[in-house]
């Protein structure tokens, strides 16, 4: 019945948290070896504590699984049709491109994150921290907007008139208006404000 209940709703290499089969109708333990004679039988394959995916057999009938960051993201930003975090950092920086920096620890702000600090995902590591409010679908796009602008200068590679195009770009492919920002600006430090203004973003916005 849990290999059924697996089938119907994952893919393959798709990442299984265990919290997410825990339900109440079973027990940690009774699930524990339920998974455990899957993995026993082949259905299943660990990747991780409390990480599993039916495994993939590739060309050369070796079994693929998801890897660190597809877990990261999964567990931390988005699965299916949720969304529970965002990229930050020089990470964010470096994809919206006013960072050439490509960090080797990745930086993730999320709505599942149990503490700020390190995370260990197979032997990758995150630093995960909490948000300041809750990330919706709605917000998700202002407040990674505003988590860049806490600490910018460090992630910063480029002239402020370089980065002011850059979020230009991001602010009207997201399309955050005006609204979006003063909903949500004043929950961050002062030194948002600064970066907002210097980058003359104000100007920007509809």
């Known amino acids: 019945m849990l290999y059924e209940f697996i089938k119907d709703h994952y893919e393959e290499v798709e990442p299984i948290f265990f919290s997410d089969l825990l339900h109440d ?7 524990n070896q339920q998974l455990k004679e899957l993995c026993e039988k082949g259905l299943l394959q660990q990747y991780d504590e409390e990480v599993y995916f ?3 057999k590739s060309k050369l009938n070796l079994a693929v699984g998801p890897n660190a960051d597809m877990v990261a993201r999964y567990r931390f930003i988005s699965k299916g049709d949720n969304v529970d975090g965002f990229y930050a950092g020089n990470t964010f920086a470096n994809q919206i491109g006013i960072s050439t920096q490509v960090p080797y620890v990745i930086e993730i702000v999320s709505n599942n994150a149990l503490y700020d600090g390190k995370v260990m ?47 230009a770009e991001y602010i009207s492919v997201c399309r955050i208006t005006r609204r979006d920002v ?19 973003l104000d100007k920007i916005l509809a």
């Open 25 to 31: 109708d079973i027990t940690g333990s009774t699930l």
């Open 182 to 200: 003063d909903l949500y600006i004043t929950k961050y430090p002062i030194s948002v404000l600064k970066a907002f203004y210097k980058l003359k």
């Open 121 to 167: 995902i197979g032997n990758r590591r995150f630093v995960v921290r909490k948000p300041v409010v809750p990330i919706t679908k709605e917000n998700v796009y202002v407040l990674q907007m505003l988590d860049l602008l806490v600490k910018l200068d460090p992630c910063l590679d480029c002239s402020y008139e370089e980065a002011r195009e850059k979020f």
């Open 54 to 56: 039916i495994p993939k």
